[in-house]
Nanobody
Framework: QVQLVESGGGLVQAGGSLRLSCAAS????????MGWFRQAPGKEREFVAGISWTTISTIYADSVKSRLTISRDNTKNTVYLQMNSLKPEDTAVYYC???????????????????WGQGTQVTVSS
């Protein structure tokens, strides 16, 4: 079992930056890909970014490319999402997710992730 806890959300003006963190506990943080998803009010959850276990492969949603960067530090059991040039449309609850052990490849599909955090709110004002 893996427990994921997100932090770093908050209120920021358009054009500003935030750095989200997701700390994993419960078992060795290795051999599985991680991802960030978000859900805005009245909308379905959507994929934001994903990173393979080796960090060689990353994938981003078109809407966030060049503005958001995903990274991970396996020595700290933590995955990060650096968000720059934020826009009001980035406002959402952001969730980190982990695939099952051995699933090292990145996926953009929520159903491929077995463990989820509780989410952290990001609000971007115009």
């Amino acid at each position: 079992q893996v427990q994921l806890v997100e932090s770093g959300g908050g209120l920021v003006q358009a054009g500003g930056s935030l750095r989200l963190s997701c700390a994993a506990s419960g078992r060795t943080f290795s051999n599985y890909a991680m991802g960030w998803f978000r859900q805005a009010p009245g909308k379905e959850r959507e994929f934001v970014a994903g990173i393979s276990w080796t960090t060689i492969s990353t994938i981003y949603a078109d809407s966030v490319k060049s503005r958001l960067t995903i990274s991970r530090d396996n020595t700290k059991n933590t995955v990060y999402l650096q968000m720059n040039s934020l826009k009001p449309e980035d406002t959402a609850v952001y969730y980190c997710a982990a695939r099952l052990s051995g699933r090292m490849a990145v996926s953009t599909f929520g159903q491929d992730y077995a463990f989820w955090g509780q989410g952290t709110q990001v609000t971007v004002s115009s």
